[in-house]
């Protein structure tokens, strides 16, 4: 019965291909634009992730997300390290300065200092020049995108220099780093040399970076600094999820994409829906043999949902592909964000199910209630 559900399904091509089409044209909606979101919310905690090495980090009371700093004053970092259980704790500078090139324009950037002793939070992905470096007088290391925004078209080279809060600073490095949801340039020097390119204030220190001693779970210990110090201490895992949720809770990112999405289920479903229930009618005469030939309603039931899944099947797969070659294409054509994680082509998968579930619930009705008769009606 399954093999006679299958060859009255593509008996029709034109009809076959208009159902097929619009579970596809939902996949691929739903997909793209979910995965869209996700790479945006990946954008959002990018600098955590690229800060190598330290398990935990301590900030402010009132911090709501990465780019949240509040300073704290420079003796809350000995107050962490006095906390039992922490085994290293560093400095931290993160913050927004503003560069003047010498051709006169000036260009924001994301200033980040670290550890003059340790560097700890140095960027992995160092292609030119070495970390070494920074200890030379004015030194920074400049991450890839932004040396190609502040000089388009030109090779990498080191010694270009440019000035912040009127002190000079010299390219040393070139390194990978991930994009960050503001997309300006990201500059890495020592703590030290952060605060003097920074805008002066009473208060510099922006995270402390932490570790935990070996055997101790680092939830334990973010336990005990907040109890000792009053600071915000949270796992890397921890404050990844607290970003994402700020950006979930406080903007409008998710209603937007989740309208698109939205939409896109409904159009598929629509036209899914109606082709399919058009496609039964037109084969209401088949059935209507079937079940003169003493095919019970059961059976009947089980082909049209099997013709629905064998829809469901082709429309995913081609969906999500037609996804994934987008995202693949604009990833390198152009700056726009998409990342596909799993749980991406979970959420696809169970909405194209609904579509088909809900295009084959629309015609079963239809075919159930046949009059067998129908065959010999002229």
């Known amino acids: 019965m399954l093999w006679i559900a299958w060859k009255m399904l593509v008996g029709n091509r034109v009809k076959y291909l208009g159902i097929v089409f619009g579970v596809v ?35 402010d009371r009132n911090v709501q997300f990465v780019d949240d700093v509040k300073p704290l004053a420079d003796t809350e970092l000995f107050r962490v390290k006095s906390v039992p259980g922490v085994e290293w704790a560093v400095r931290f500078y993160k913050g927004i300065a503003r560069a003047r090139l010498q051709e006169g324009s000036y260009e924001q950037m994301i200033l980040l200092g670290l550890d003059d002793a340790t560097f700890v939070g140095a960027p992995a992905g160092v292609f030119l020049g070495s970390i070494a470096d920074l200890r030379k007088p004015d030194s920074v290391i400049m991450d890839d995108a932004g040396y190609r925004r502040i000089w388009p078209g030109e090779p990498y080279r080191l010694g270009r220099s440019f000035e912040m809060n009127d002190r000079r600073a010299v390219v040393v490095g070139i390194t990978k780093a991930s994009r960050t949801f503001q997309s300006f340039p990201i500059v890495y020097t020592r703590y030290s040399q952060a605060v003097l390119f920074a805008p002066p204030e009473r208060k510099v220190l922006s995270f402390v970076l932490a570790e935990a001693e070996p055997g101790l779970a680092e ?31 406080k903007t409008g990112i998710p209603v937007n994409f989740g309208i698109t999405v939205f939409l896109g289920f409904l159009v598929g479903t629509a036209i899914a829906g109606q082709t399919f229930y058009l496609f039964t009618v037109e084969n209401i005469r088949q059935f209507g043999a079937l079940k003169a030939m003493g095919t019970s309603n059961w059976t009947i039931l089980l082909m049209v949902l099997a013709q629905g899944l064998q829809v469901g099947i082709v429309g995913y797969g081609l969906g999500v592909g037609l996804a994934a070659i987008f995202g693949w294409v604009v990833k390198g054509a152009s700056r726009l964000s998409f990342f596909m994680p799993w749980q991406v082509l979970v959420i696809t998968a169970a909405a194209v199910f609904v579509i088909v579930l809900v295009a084959s619930l629309l015609s079963i009705r239809k075919v159930l209630v046949v009059d067998p008769a129908i065959v010999f009606r002229g």
């Not at 044209?25 to 869209?36: D, E, G, N, R």
């Not at 955590?48 to 900030?59: A, E, H, L, Y």
């Not at 210990?221 to 907040?226: A, K, M, P």
């Open 25 to 59: 044209f939902a996949a691929v909606l739903i997909a793209q634009q979910a995965s869209i979101f996700c790479g945006l919310m990946s954008l959002t905690v990018s600098q955590i992730r690229d800060v190598q090495g330290p398990g935990i980090w301590v900030m």
């Open 219 to 249: 939830a334990e210990v973010c336990r005990r600094i907040e109890e000792r110090t009053g600071l915000q201490a949270l796992t890397r895992s921890q404050f990844i999820w607290k970003t994402i949720h700020y950006y979930l809770q």
